[in-house]
């Protein structure tokens, strides 16, 4: 499966962006899929992730700023962020896991990422 972020960029704290995450070479319904974040000098976390039935789990710092969804239609997931907060700069990436019932195995598909820059 083959993933690739965009959407990225530049923001004032409090701004908004989405990112989207085009999925290819597979049907995004036999994933579970996910974003993450990496930061300079930091491990990449968890911002989102859904499992094997689509249940999302967020990371409490962007709990009710962050929304990620997944138009199947198109192949692609999207993460909707508000609020931007400095803390939330980072290189973002999207990730598939394979779906095995009745879970996910390793998130093992990973796209390039799309850098987020927030600051005034």
């Known amino acids: 499966v083959k993933l690739v972020e965009s959407g990225g960029g530049s923001v004032q704290p409090g701004g908004s962006l989405r990112l989207s995450c085009v999925v290819s070479?597979?049907?995004?319904?036999?994933?579970?899929m996910g974003w993450f974040r990496q930061a300079p000098g930091k491990e990449r976390e968890g911002v989102a992730t859904?499992?094997?039935?689509?249940?999302?789990k967020y990371t409490e710092s962007v709990k009710s700023r962050f929304t990620t969804s997944k138009e199947n239609a198109k192949n692609t997931l999207y993460l909707q962020m508000n609020y931007l907060k400095p803390e939330g700069a980072a290189m973002y990436y999207c990730?598939?896991?394979?779906?095995?019932?009745?879970?996910?195995?390793?998130?093992?598909?990973w796209g390039r990422g799309t850098q987020v820059t927030v600051s005034s």
């Open positions: 990730a598939a896991a394979l779906k095995v019932w009745p879970g996910c195995m390793q998130y093992d598909s």
């Open positions: 070479d597979a049907s995004s319904s036999s994933y579970c």
């Open positions: 859904m499992d094997y039935h689509g249940a999302i």
